[in-house]
């Protein structure tokens, strides 16, 4: 079966950064666009980013860009997400998600296209 694990998220001061990982198995990784969300406590789940199946293009929410980078490893069937200049406001759990459309359907925000989701790692910024 489909199993994602994030890791990677942890506590850590404003300014600082993490770096998480999200490891597939049981889906075809490699022709499989992917995407990181998150949901702070009260709010609903959000995109953060997404990369298309070969790395070769990434989207980023706004609140994110310049700061996060998404990139994947097709031959270690994981996606990372690296954070740098974590703002409080960037506290949240975070999750990676399979896109369940055909490869070649570019990359969508929408929740609702992502199936298969991890079990979340918590990022807490603190101020």
């Known amino acids: 079966q489909v199993q994602l694990v994030e890791s990677g998220g942890g506590l850590v001061q404003a300014g600082g950064s993490l770096r998480l990982s999200c490891a597939a198995s049981?889906?075809?990784?490699?022709?499989?666009?992917m995407g990181w969300f998150r949901q702070a406590p009260g709010k609903e789940r959000e995109f953060v980013a997404a990369?298309?199946?070969?790395?070769?293009?990434?989207y980023y929410t706004d609140s994110v860009k310049g700061r996060f980078t998404i990139s994947r490893d097709n031959a270690k069937n994981t996606v990372y997400l690296q954070m740098n200049s974590l703002k409080p406001e960037d506290t949240a759990v975070y999750y990676c998600?399979?896109?369940?459309?055909?490869?070649?359907?570019?990359?969508?925000?929408?929740?609702?296209?992502?199936?298969?989701w991890g079990q979340g790692t918590q990022v807490t910024v603190s101020s």
């Open positions: 990369i298309t199946y070969s790395g070769g293009s990434t």
């Open positions: 049981g889906v075809p990784f490699s022709r499989k666009t």
């Open positions: 998600a399979v896109d369940r459309r055909p490869y070649y359907s570019g990359i969508s925000y929408y929740t609702e296209v992502y199936d298969y």
